[in-house]
């Protein structure tokens, strides 16, 4: 089976999902300030702008070793990130993986 192409877009008529940049940690961290995350996720708080980069910089590292795939959900009106997605625990040979995805919850005006 082939590799994953990691610099692959997936894009649909209202989102797009695509590779994660250092450039969205702002965005991120600001999604991520709500304390309802903290009840449905792993995701920790108090959320840092540190942790942003963290997220994205670990997240470029289990790309490239094929572990896990993260990717920021776009709202293609607006290029902004409303979420993000990963694929876990990737097993290319039997074909399956783990799915986990966050959306932020003041999005609602946005898509």
């Known amino acids: 089976m082939k590799k994953f192409d990691k610099k692959m ?3 649909s008529e209202r ?3 695509r590779e994660l940049k250092l450039s969205d940690a702002e965005e991120i961290y600001k999604l991520l300030q ?3 995350m903290v009840k449905w996720t792993r995701i920790p708080s108090p959320y ?15 790309l490239k070793k094929g572990s896990k ?14 979420g993000c997605i990963s694929l876990r625990n990737v097993d290319l040979k039997n074909k399956n993986a ?3 995805y966050w959306l932020g919850k003041n999005i609602g005006d946005k898509v």
């Open 9 to 11: 877009a997936i894009e």
């Open 15 to 17: 989102i797009k999902l």
């Open 34 to 36: 709500d304390k309802e």
């Open 48 to 62: 840092h702008r540190k942790d942003a980069i963290n997220f994205i910089k670990n997240s470029k590292i289990e």
């Open 69 to 82: 795939y993260t990717f920021a959900i776009v709202l293609k009106e607006t290029n902004k990130i409303i």
């Open 98 to 100: 783990e799915l986990g």
